[in-house]
């Protein structure tokens, strides 16, 4: 059963290229709802543990490297279907895949630094928004 929220992050790549507005207009516009959102980042810490899926990856130094680069927005979304519905507007992760109009097509410059996370799963939405969101966050 799906539920109507999900996790993103808009990293640091897009915020260091002045995408917030853009990515956060294409957002609303797909008809989803912000019900927690807060500029922050990351310390080597919490990177290391946001991301402790991908510790044994050989690309996870890089990624903690680069998720604590500079500043993010995280955010909780809510949308009926929101996980799939989010997935697909965010678009593939290579930005050289990924289709027209897509979040990840119009602000990502490689797969790397590919503008934005989005929950893979409800489990991991809940997850996630709790890593970075304390209850009283969340409207």
Do not use: C, W
Not at 70 to 88: S, T, Y
Request: charged share 25%; aromatic share 10%; net charge negative.
């Amino acid at each position: 059963m799906s539920t109507n929220r999900t996790f993103t992050m808009i990293k640091p790549d897009a915020v260091e290229n002045g995408h917030i507005g853009g990515i956060l207009e294409k957002i609303s516009s797909a008809g989803f709802k912000i019900v927690a959102m807060k500029y922050t980042q990351l310390s080597t810490r919490d990177a290391e543990a946001f991301y402790a899926v991908h510790s044994e990856r050989p690309f996870f130094g890089e990624l903690v490297e680069f998720m604590t680069r500079g500043p993010i927005v995280a955010a909780i979304l809510e949308k009926d279907n929101a996980v799939e519905d989010f997935r697909a507007l965010i678009g593939a992760t290579n930005p050289a895949e990924a289709a027209e109009g897509t979040i990840r097509k119009l602000f990502a410059t490689s797969i790397g630094e590919n503008a934005v996370h989005g929950s893979d799963s409800d489990e991991n939405a809940a997850i996630e928004g709790a890593f970075h969101f304390s209850g009283r966050e969340i409207f």
